[in-house]
Structures are given as structure tokens and as C-alpha cells.
């Protein structure tokens, strides 16, 4: 008995020596290059974080006079209350004068698959809106379907979760988001840039009907990250209108995207496809010209130059697309204009000169279905940082 | 019972308790009964000079690498550390056979949102079978994931650092 007892006493002795890890979560036992690179406050797991990204552009149209621009200046400020709980804030600068909160919210985490997030959060709708710091995409402008159909930076205050399945490579998220407004100031939906002009951005913004926002991702081939959106909701009518005809419309948003990588050949596409209810009363009541039905889509690959391995990366790119915000327009009430149905090639270099800084180069190929348009260039320079 | 019994007793519970963090030790924990199919197990901390693990490119600091014994019989060795995410840092478990061939690597805890795909089962798989004499390649031999280069970058660079200080610690003959 006492022979059993010691036995005992010592594996259990080992086993408590064995699990002497020391896991002390405040230090930084792996001193690696980045590990500080935004923890200002020397604890890693709790503290506050500060990164950015920014890209100042210049924009050479033929015939006409170029445009030099700060475009976009972004602090990222978060602090970490513990493992579960963090605040996450961009702000924004925009042309140097125009600011903006790009996103605030309040994020737990309940556990490995699921958190609660709360306040100002990006709409999560195909490549570009939630990816959309200038060195992870080729090219001086975000391509234009990530403007007139996907309205980025699109964001808006809401709450919902997200969270990841290991086991099968998926991540999803799914929120009620405050909708665009009807009237955004002086501004109206139309159809020159869709629904862009409702985005209320969480400034004293209306609401009075929910919008729901869902995507789902799978990255469970190798190299392959598809991607799958939804939005569905209608727009938001101030107090004084929103018994009328017209006064808001319904907007049904469906996006799907790839991104594809193997070794140093890159593709991606999307497709992004919008329906619009009511848009007739609309139109009648606010006398504009927002069509029924948006759809865009584009195509890249991209070609690395430098060999892998080294820090710095060459990106030879291509890029073809195709958007029409006046995809449909006779349950619009409106004549379709051609002028809307748009396309572009755009060509040219992404030199990422260290992994977060990238110098750009590309030419644009602008045209539209308008019988005999003529194609406009237009040359762009300039470079992104993101940290 | 004697009393030098109820001490050691004692002891040994008062070091379970000083362990890793409970959520660690329980993921690890799992881990490696799952990979060995092993109930009881032990893991012994290996130990090397400070003149050595200061020329390592990787952690070999106290309490990071142990041996796996299961009563007499080892089974391998596993490393725990943590590397860079974006904004904060993850910890890693390498499970090592007794070649120190890796035969599974996972992300124990990962704290943020972005790049958290690298905990993906499917992606780390591409782990399973290096070894000291594999230099790991973001992009070439270990593949990227969109939306998540920074933690993948970080994985890859973590990972090829401990297999390239394994290399020199045999170089050094300390194991």
C-alpha cells in the first residue's frame, strides 16, 4: 500500500513538473522582430495597438490636367481589455481635410468560433471593402465596382457575430447593419454611382428598418479563398417621409469572390449582382434615375517578377471590368443610360519595396457601351503603406 | 501513511497547479493525446545553455521544448511558443516524432480577427513531415492565404525558425 501511494505520489510529482510551462501571457518571451511592432504598452496581450495605412495617389488623365492626392490617411487605434474583449477604431483622413471614423466597434470573444461584435463595422460585401489597405490589392484606385456597385468604404452601425471553423477552413460572419438613407442630405440614389451616396457612415444617421448582411468564406484548398456575400434590407426614410410611395427602396446585394495564389502567379474576380425594389416610386418621388438592377464584375491576374523567397515582391498585373448601374431599368420607371454601362482594363506594376510598403504603376482603359465613346487613358502613380 | 508521504502529496499538487495556464495545458493536453492516442503522458522541459539558446533564431528558452514520455516510453517532443499576428501574438504547439520530424502543428490561441485562418487544419497540414533539413518558403513550398499574409508569414517564419535551430542544436550535440 505505502509502495502504491509513493508511486503515486511521485508520477504525479512528475506530472506536475512536466506542466511547468511557463506561460506567463504578460512577457514578450519570443522577442521576434514584429512582435512589438503595435503593442505600445510592452504587454501583449492586453494594450493598446496602433497601426495605419495610407496611399497618396497621382492621377493623370490624357488631355486634361493630372490630380496630386493624399487619399487616405488611416490611424488604427485599439485597446485590448483582456483576451476576449477589444475596442478596434480607424480614423480616417480623406484629401487631407475630410475626416472620418472608418470603423468603432466593441468585439468579444466567447470562444475559438465565435464572437459578439458591436458599433461602426464594415459591410462585409466581396474583395475589397474588407480588404482594402492599398498593398494588398494591385492597382493606384480600388477597381471601380468596388465604387459604384460595392460602395466602399462601406460601413455603417450594427451588431453581430463572426467566428472561424478550423476543422473546415470557414469563417462567417453575419450582422443587422443600419441601412443607406433615401436621401442622404441633398443627396440621392441614382444611377451615376448607385447606391454610394446612402451611406450614412454612422454619422447621426437614420434608421428605421434593419438591414442584414451576411458572408461566408472557405479557404480549404490551398492557395484558393472563395468567398460568398449577401445584403438584404431596405433603405432608411426619415420620420417626416417615410409614409409615402417612394420613400425608401428595397436593395438586395448578392457577391461572390476568388482569390487565388500559387507560388508567384495571383488571380481574383468577383461578381457582385444588385437588386432594387420600389426604385419607380423612388425615381418619381425624388426625380432621379436609380436603376432597378446593378451588376459588376472584373477579373486579375498578376504575375510575380522577383523570385520567392526575398522580402521584396514585383507584381505585373491585368485587370478587366465591367459594371452597369443601369443593368435594369424599366420596373425603374426610367430610361436606361448606356453611359452607365461601363468597362476597363487596367495594367501595370505593384512593387512592394518591403512587406506593408508598395509603389505603384498603371494605365487605365475607360470606356462605356455609348455607341462610337471614345476610350479615355489614364495614367497613375503613386504608393500605400499599411503597418 | 507517513507523514514525508502526505508532504510529497501535497507537493505534487501544489505543482499542477503551478503549470500552464489551465486553457494552454488543456489544449496541449489534448492535442497530444489525440496525435499518440495516449491517457497518461508526461512532458519534461528540456533545458539548454543560455550561451546556446542565445545564438538560436527561435525560443529555446526555458520551458519551450519538452520530451513526450508516456511512463518509459518516449514518444516525441513538443514545442510551444508564440509568434506575431498583426496586432498582437498567437500560441503554437509543433508536435515532433522522435526524429524530430514535425507530425502536427496548431494554433493554440489566436487573438484576433484578421489572419486567424491560419489555424485552419487543412492549411497547417503542409507542416506535417518537415524537418531540420527543410527550409520553409512563404509562398513556394508552404502556400499563402489571402486575407491572412501577415499570420502566415509569421507561421511560416516561426515554424522554419525552430526547425533551423533543432539543426543547430544536433550541430551542438545538446540533444
Same mark, same amino acid.
Given at each position: 500500500?505505502?509502495?502504491?501511494?509513493?508511486?503515486?505520489?511521485?508520477?504525479?510529482?512528475?506530472?506536475?513538473?512536466?506542466?511547468?510551462?511557463?506561460?506567463?501571457?504578460?512577457?514578450?518571451?519570443?522577442?521576434?522582430?514584429?512582435?512589438?511592432?503595435?503593442?505600445?504598452?510592452?504587454?501583449?496581450?492586453?494594450?493598446?495597438?496602433?497601426?495605419?495605412?495610407?496611399?497618396?495617389?497621382?492621377?493623370?488623365? +490624357?488631355?486634361?490636367?493630372?490630380?496630386?492626392?493624399?487619399?487616405?490617411?488611416?490611424?488604427?487605434?485599439?485597446?485590448?481589455?483582456?483576451?476576449?474583449?477589444?475596442?478596434?477604431?480607424?480614423? +480616417?483622413?480623406?484629401?487631407?481635410?475630410?475626416?472620418?471614423?472608418?470603423?468603432?466597434?466593441?468585439?468579444?470573444?466567447?470562444?475559438?468560433?465565435?464572437?459578439?461584435?458591436?458599433?461602426?463595422?464594415?459591410? &462585409?460585401? #466581396?474583395?475589397?471593402?474588407?480588404?482594402?489597405?492599398?498593398?494588398?490589392?494591385?492597382?493606384?484606385?480600388? &477597381?471601380?465596382?468596388?465604387?459604384?456597385?460595392?460602395?466602399?468604404?462601406?460601413?455603417?452601425?450594427?451588431?453581430?457575430?463572426?467566428?472561424?471553423?478550423?476543422?473546415?477552413?470557414?469563417?462567417?460572419?453575419?450582422?443587422?447593419?443600419?441601412?443607406?438613407?433615401?436621401?442622404?442630405?441633398?443627396?440621392?440614389?441614382?444611377?451615376?454611382?448607385?447606391?454610394?451616396?446612402?451611406?450614412?457612415?454612422?454619422?447621426?444617421?437614420?434608421?428605421?428598418? &434593419?438591414?442584414?448582411?451576411?458572408?461566408?468564406?472557405?479557404?480549404?484548398?490551398?492557395?484558393?479563398?472563395?468567398?460568398?456575400?449577401?445584403?438584404?434590407?431596405?433603405?432608411?426614410?426619415?420620420?417626416?417621409?417615410?409614409?409615402?410611395?417612394?420613400?425608401?427602396?428595397?436593395?438586395?446585394?448578392?457577391?461572390?469572390?476568388?482569390?487565388?495564389?500559387?507560388?508567384?502567379?495571383?488571380?481574383?474576380?468577383?461578381?457582385?449582382?444588385?437588386?432594387?425594389?420600389?426604385?419607380?416610386?423612388?425615381?418619381?418621388?425624388?426625380?432621379?434615375?436609380?436603376?432597378?438592377?446593378?451588376? #459588376?464584375?472584373?477579373? +486579375?491576374?498578376?504575375?510575380?517578377?522577383? &523570385?520567392?523567397?526575398? +522580402?521584396?515582391?514585383?507584381?505585373?498585373?491585368?485587370?478587366?471590368?465591367?459594371?452597369?448601374?443601369?443593368?435594369?431599368?424599366?420596373?425603374?420607371?426610367?430610361?436606361?443610360?448606356?453611359?452607365?454601362?461601363?468597362?476597363?482594363?487596367?495594367?501595370?506594376?505593384?512593387?512592394?519595396?518591403?512587406?506593408?510598403?508598395?509603389?505603384?504603376?498603371?494605365?487605365?482603359?475607360?470606356?462605356?457601351?455609348?455607341?462610337?465613346?471614345?476610350?479615355?487613358?489614364?495614367?497613375?502613380?503613386?504608393?500605400?503603406?499599411?503597418? | 501513511?507517513?507523514?514525508?508521504?502526505?508532504?510529497?502529496?501535497?507537493?505534487?499538487?501544489?505543482? !499542477?497547479?503551478?503549470?500552464?495556464?489551465?486553457? $494552454?495545458?488543456?489544449?496541449?493536453?489534448?492535442?497530444?493525446?489525440?496525435?499518440?492516442?495516449?491517457?497518461?503522458?508526461?512532458?519534461?522541459?528540456?533545458?539548454?545553455?543560455?550561451?546556446?539558446?542565445?545564438?538560436?533564431?527561435?525560443?529555446?528558452?526555458?520551458?519551450?521544448?519538452?520530451?513526450?514520455?508516456?511512463?518509459?516510453?518516449?514518444?516525441?517532443?513538443?514545442?510551444?511558443?508564440?509568434?506575431?499576428?498583426?496586432?498582437?501574438?498567437?500560441?503554437? !504547439?509543433?508536435?515532433?516524432?522522435?526524429?524530430?520530424?514535425? $507530425?502536427?502543428?496548431?494554433?493554440?490561441?489566436?487573438?484576433?480577427?484578421?489572419?486567424?485562418?491560419?489555424?485552419?487544419?487543412?492549411?497547417?497540414?503542409?507542416?506535417?513531415?518537415?524537418?531540420?533539413?527543410?527550409?520553409?518558403?512563404?509562398?513556394?513550398? $508552404?502556400?499563402?492565404?489571402?486575407?491572412?499574409?501577415?499570420?502566415?508569414?509569421?507561421?511560416?517564419?516561426?515554424?522554419?525558425?525552430?526547425?533551423?535551430?533543432?539543426?543547430? !542544436?544536433?550541430?551542438?550535440?545538446?540533444?
Amino acid at each position: 500500500m505505502k509502495k502504491a501511494i509513493l508511486s503515486m505520489a511521485i508520477l504525479v510529482s512528475s506530472f506536475g513538473f512536466a506542466q511547468t510551462v511557463s506561460q506567463d501571457t504578460t512577457a514578450t518571451r519570443n522577442q521576434q522582430q514584429n512582435a512589438a511592432q503595435n503593442i505600445l504598452s510592452g504587454n501583449i496581450s492586453k494594450g493598446v495597438t496602433v497601426g495605419g495605412y495610407a496611399q497618396i495617389d497621382y492621377n493623370q488623365p +490624357e488631355g486634361q490636367n493630372g490630380k496630386l492626392d493624399v487619399h487616405r490617411f488611416v490611424m488604427l487605434l485599439g485597446y485590448k481589455f483582456n483576451d476576449k474583449v477589444q475596442f478596434v477604431t480607424e480614423l +480616417e483622413y480623406e484629401h487631407v481635410k475630410e475626416f472620418y471614423v472608418e470603423q468603432a466597434f466593441l468585439n468579444y470573444s466567447l470562444n475559438d468560433n465565435l464572437n459578439v461584435r458591436a458599433g461602426l463595422m464594415l459591410v &462585409p460585401m #466581396g474583395l475589397i471593402n474588407e480588404y482594402h489597405e492599398p498593398t494588398t490589392f494591385n492597382g493606384i484606385e480600388r &477597381p471601380n465596382v468596388d465604387k459604384s456597385i460595392v460602395p466602399t468604404t462601406w460601413r455603417e452601425i450594427g451588431v453581430g457575430v463572426s467566428g472561424k471553423f478550423n476543422e473546415a477552413s470557414l469563417r462567417y460572419q453575419a450582422y443587422i447593419f443600419n441601412g443607406f438613407a433615401s436621401v442622404n442630405g441633398t443627396k440621392v440614389l441614382g444611377g451615376k454611382n448607385g447606391l454610394r451616396n446612402g451611406r450614412q457612415k454612422g454619422a447621426e444617421s437614420t434608421v428605421n428598418t &434593419p438591414n442584414l448582411s451576411a458572408k461566408l468564406d472557405y479557404y480549404g484548398i490551398l492557395g484558393l479563398r472563395l468567398g460568398l456575400s449577401g445584403y438584404f434590407g431596405r433603405t432608411q426614410a426619415t420620420d417626416d417621409m417615410d409614409d409615402i410611395d417612394g420613400a425608401d427602396v428595397g436593395v438586395a446585394m448578392i457577391g461572390l469572390d476568388a482569390r487565388y495564389i500559387n507560388k508567384r502567379f495571383s488571380a481574383r474576380g468577383q461578381y457582385i449582382h444588385t437588386s432594387i425594389k420600389d426604385a419607380d416610386d423612388y425615381n418619381a418621388l425624388y426625380a432621379t434615375n436609380l436603376g432597378s438592377e446593378m451588376k #459588376g464584375w472584373y477579373t +486579375e491576374v498578376a504575375y510575380n517578377l522577383i &523570385p520567392l523567397g526575398r +522580402e521584396q515582391k514585383l507584381d505585373a498585373f491585368i485587370r478587366y471590368e465591367q459594371y452597369d448601374t443601369h443593368a435594369a431599368t424599366s420596373k425603374a420607371g426610367i430610361d436606361r443610360n448606356l453611359s452607365y454601362n461601363r468597362n476597363e482594363w487596367t495594367t501595370g506594376l505593384s512593387y512592394h519595396v518591403a512587406t506593408g510598403a508598395v509603389v505603384k504603376a498603371d494605365y487605365q482603359f475607360i470606356d462605356n457601351a455609348v455607341t462610337n465613346n471614345k476610350t479615355k487613358g489614364q495614367l497613375n502613380l503613386g504608393f500605400g503603406v499599411w503597418f | 501513511m507517513n507523514f514525508k508521504y502526505i508532504l510529497l502529496l501535497f507537493t505534487s499538487t501544489l505543482m !499542477l497547479s503551478s503549470g500552464l495556464p489551465k486553457n $494552454i495545458q488543456k489544449k496541449v493536453d489534448k492535442e497530444i493525446k489525440k496525435i499518440f492516442e495516449v491517457e497518461e503522458f508526461t512532458l519534461d522541459p528540456m533545458v539548454f545553455p543560455s550561451e546556446v539558446t542565445k545564438e538560436l533564431a527561435a525560443d529555446f528558452g526555458e520551458n519551450t521544448l519538452f520530451t513526450i514520455q508516456e511512463n518509459e516510453k518516449h514518444l516525441g517532443y513538443a514545442y510551444v511558443s508564440k509568434a506575431p499576428s498583426k496586432t498582437d501574438d498567437f500560441d503554437y !504547439l509543433i508536435v515532433f516524432d522522435t526524429n524530430f520530424i514535425i $507530425i502536427k502543428s496548431k494554433v493554440l490561441i489566436y487573438r484576433e480577427d484578421y489572419g486567424g485562418e491560419i489555424g485552419s487544419k487543412r492549411w497547417l497540414k503542409q507542416f506535417i513531415g518537415k524537418t531540420q533539413g527543410d527550409t520553409l518558403i512563404y509562398g513556394d513550398n $508552404i502556400v499563402a492565404i489571402s486575407g491572412a499574409t501577415i499570420s502566415v508569414r509569421s507561421m511560416t517564419k516561426a515554424i522554419n525558425d525552430v526547425l533551423v535551430s533543432i539543426k543547430i !542544436l544536433h550541430e551542438k550535440q545538446s540533444f
